[in-house]
């Protein structure tokens, strides 16, 4: 977990030699199960994370070892502009499209908690994702309410139930890639 406090500093990930899947997301991650993550993939946790932090991590990457990397972060994109979003999500696609690596994008779920307000941005944070990632990106379930714990936290049984269906996708998504290219 990287804390809200040092999410500004260089952070250079070392992946494993096993690993083939990295997970950066925000806050939402620290709650997940270890035992509920494979051993071929890394979650990396970034308190109050939004796209810019996913963003410093792939700079810094290896490029020697293509990585599938799935970036569950949106949360905290909620203040942002149409305009701030436009110019991070550029940068994030250049990124994203030359690195090597292969991207796959998981949209912020919707609590009828939030202001209304804060429902439509999250709304067109994932039409963004949605228009820039297509087949890559992974809405969220209408079958899947999310209740906050405490205005902006999915409670325990939403975080486990959000990983499953991520997760579930993650891997019929890239099994199915990997049957495409042969």
């Known amino acids: 977990m990287i804390s809200g406090k040092d999410k500004d500093q260089p952070f250079i990930l070392k992946p494993l030699p096993n690993t083939e899947i990295v997970v950066i997301g925000d806050s939402q991650l620290r709650r997940i199960k270890t035992h ?4 071929t993939w890394q979650v990396i946790a970034i308190g109050g994370g939004k796209l810019l932090h ?4 792939m700079q810094h990457l290896p490029t ?3 990585l599938n990397l799935v970036i569950m972060m949106g949360s905290n994109h909620l203040k ?7 110019t991070i999500m550029g940068e994030f696609l250049e990124l994203a499209f030359t ?13 009828t ?3 209304a307000n804060e429902q439509r941005a999250l709304r067109k944070y994932n039409q963004i994702l949605l228009d820039s990632f297509r087949d890559d990106y992974l809405p969220p379930s209408p079958s ?15 975080v486990t139930k959000v990983w499953c269906y991520s997760s579930s996708w993650i891997n019929n998504r890239l099994c199915y890639q990997k049957e495409k290219n042969g």
């Open 113 to 115: 908690q939030l202001k």
């Open 144 to 158: 899947i309410t999310i209740t906050l714990v405490d205005g902006m936290h999915y409670s325990e049984y939403g």
């Open 80 to 86: 942002d502009t149409e305009n701030e979003l436009d």
């Open 99 to 111: 690195s090597g690596h292969r991207v796959l994008m998981i949209g912020p779920y919707i609590s």
């Open 54 to 57: 996913a963003l410093r991590i």
């Open 36 to 39: 509920n993550i494979p051993n």
């Open 64 to 66: 020697e070892k293509s």
